[in-house]
């Protein structure tokens, strides 16, 4: 006989909200905890893989053990991001909506704290909230926990991490030594047992799983890049997949913001999620994500905590965290509810080591992947689109009336031209990008420099059209491909302006390059093209083209990226995202490209 919620010992009104809900049966975290939290006051320390139901597993017995007629608050949560409280806020509703007396608040930082201070006066029976606002509310006197019966505290380790040691002494102080003390945590480091000994009394201790191990449905792979090769492996592995739905980690707010700068710049459904952003913004962003419009989020570790997405495809770990036990937690990020997930790392030879010591903690081994080549990319987008033009439901009441126009406009066509037509229509761009593209997996033909925006094999080249002649990256490849410069010309790094652009070429096609130019005296949209070499001269610390024309209005090229940046993350968050459902999206999973 199966485990059910209500053979757990939760009531009826609980169970049928879970119902509502699409909670058949409880997950083994549950199976253990719910029924240890009803029939026990013991203090618990409760480990499981991010994804596997921990909310569920301490707010259930909660909801069912808190007296409705008391109007004491009872219970206090705490967890270490706006988000995370959010959300376990929004499931506690959701649980209890049967339960119309129950009544939850959460207070957070970033909102404003009055209209939160008028929700407590109302009376709040179980309160979630975050480490720094709950002490806010304990010094106004506003939040009074001396009656509470339960103290969750939800990703303990990380409340640490912040730096929240201090607002959890004093929210302990806040509390009666009766209280019933819950621990929940994914992982197990050794901040988790200095928090069960200074503030738990002889816990029992319950775990789904081993500690720390990774979840069976996700495969983890790396790919050996260097920093100059780091963010083209990103793309390239985001082009294998037309239907990735993930997350993309970076270390720090400021990396996570280029690096979804550059992905929408690239015409890619991204934003960035971190704590720079305003709560309006991060609200914003998560439904979009929530809604698939988004369709890569690039998060910072803190952000992405209480992200509530069962079906994300991937996890890439752009940079791996400075904590190896941080990365159960990204990970676990897939491979939700029963589905099959990623967890993808990139790293450079230097940081290769480091895999070892995460796989003995998930006991799971990395599989060496080859970073895409442009053939195999297009194979699998052009076939993504032929599957997705197949399987297209065809609205006949809408188009009959414009079908005899259009097939008028068709007729002489064979069937095999017009499928070559139709793909050439919607894969040219692809094609043009991915053309005689290196192979970064050759990692010594890039170095290993530390970022750098040029390499001193390539030679910078200035020409005269930008974006408001509609040029786009994937444009100015295809007009170089155009002049047959050279069978294994490596194209590098590309800047559109408004009215001209830069682009990089293998220093061993300088001379081709020009004279390709010149004597095919190509046009673009009408308008004649010219091409010359740029040199950076140090002393003015401006652009110069050779032959002494000074384009120090041009800018530095970092600095322009940086004022790309800072107006993109001003805007970041009201620029509607498009979805890659969306009719416009060119049949990719997302909006044509604009590389």
Known sequence: MSTTFLSLGLQDPINKALLDLGYEKPTVIQQKAIPQIISSTDDLKAFAQTGTGKTAAFS???????????????????????????????????????????????????????EQIKKLKRGAHIVVGTPGRTVDLIKRRVLKLQNVQWLVLDEADEMLNMGFKDELDKILVATPE???????????????????????????????????????????????????????????ITDLHPNIYG?????????????ANNLIKDGYNADALHGDLSQLQ???IMEKFHEKNIQILVATDVAARGLDVTNLTHVINYKLPDQIENYTHRSGRTGRAGNKGVSIVLVSKKEQSRLNAIERIIKKKFIHQQVPSG???????????????????????????????????????????????????????????????????????????????????????????????????????????????????NIGSIDILDTFSFFEIDKNFEKETLAAFKANEPDFNGRSINVEITKTDRSSGGK??????????????????????????????????RSFKDKKTGGFGRRRRAR
Do not use: W
């Open 60 to 114: 259930l017995p909660i909801i069912e053990l808190a007296d409705q007629n008391n109007s004491n608050i009872q219970a206090i949560i705490l967890s270490p991001t706006r988000e995370l409280a959010v959300q376990i806020g929004k499931n506690i509703e959701d649980f209890s909506k049967y339960l119309p007396q129950l009544k939850v608040v959460t207070v957070y930082g970033g909102a404003n704290i009055e």
């Open 178 to 236: 009766t209280k019933q003390t819950l621990l929940f945590s994914a992982t197990f480091p050794k901040e988790v047992e200095a928090i069960a000994k200074n503030y738990m009394t002889k816990p029992i201790e319950i775990t789904s799983g081993e500690k720390n191990t990774g979840s069976d449905n996700v495969n983890h792979e790396y790919y050996l890049v260097t920093e100059k090769t780091r963010y083209a492996a990103l793309k390239r």
């Open 282 to 284: 991060r609200d914003s």
């Open 375 to 489: 053939k195999e990319i297009c194979q699998n987008q052009l076939f993504y689109l032929i599957d997705k033009v197949k399987n297209i439901d065809v609205n006949n009441e809408e188009i009959v009336t414009f079908l005899p126009s259009i097939y008028e406009k068709l007729e002489g066509l064979s069937r095999e031209e017009l499928i070559q037509k139709f793909v050439s229509l919607e894969f040219n761009t692809f094609l043009s990008y991915y053309t005689n593209a290196p192979d970064l997996n050759n990692l010594s033909s890039f170095g290993n420099s530390r970022g750098t925006a040029s390499s001193e094999n390539m030679t910078r080249f200035f020409i005269n059209i930008g974006r408001k002649d509609r040029l786009n990256p994937a444009k100015l490849i295809g007009l170089i491909n155009d002049q047959n410069i050279g069978d294994k010309i």
């Open 544 to 577: 110069k083209r050779k032959g002494g024309v000074n384009t120090e209005g041009f800018g530095r090229r970092k600095n322009t990226k940086t004022t790309t940046s800072s107006k993109r993350k001003s805007k970041l968050s009201e620029k509607p995202s």
């Open 247 to 259: 997350i993309v980690f970076c270390r720090t707010r400021r990396e996570t913001q280029q690096v």
